[in-house]
């Protein structure tokens, strides 16, 4: 039921905290990159749609970059939107990291007051 080591006393429900806060750690970086990856293909997808359409049409610079450089309104629209997504990655990595520094906080806690209790 407990495995007495020299650290502490570490119970199932202590290995059970420390699994779910490697987990939300795991996740937390896993959240991260795939927000940054998304943000990357929204970009992509935005300028392969702008090329499409310039080749449709034959109206327009068929260089997205250009036309980026002409539009500061579409630009910062562009911009927004990217940094919408990428804050949207660094909330997710924010709180799944804060769990698993909290769960991480709980079980040290216990354990020392365990081993504080097992002094006296």
């Known amino acids: 039921m407990t495995d007495s080591t020299g650290e502490g006393f570490i119970t199932k429900k202590h290995g059970r905290l420390m699994n779910i806060a490697s987990i939300a750690n795991v996740f937390a970086w896993i959240a991260l990159g795939f927000q940054v990856l998304y943000m990357g293909g929204r970009f992509i997808q935005l300028q392969n749609s702008y090329m499409m359409q310039t080749m449709s049409t034959g109206f327009g610079q068929p260089n997205f970059m250009e036309m980026l450089s002409k ?6 629209s562009l911009i927004v939107d990217l ?12 709180v ?9 906080m709980v079980v040290e ?12």
């Open 96 to 104: 799944l990291k804060g769990i698993s520094v909290g769960l991480y």
């Open 83 to 94: 940094a919408n997504i990428f804050i949207h990655g660094v909330v997710y990595w924010l």
């Open 109 to 120: 806690t216990n354990l020392n007051y365990k081993e504080g209790v097992s002094n006296e």
């Open 71 to 76: 539009n500061p309104t579409y630009t910062f």
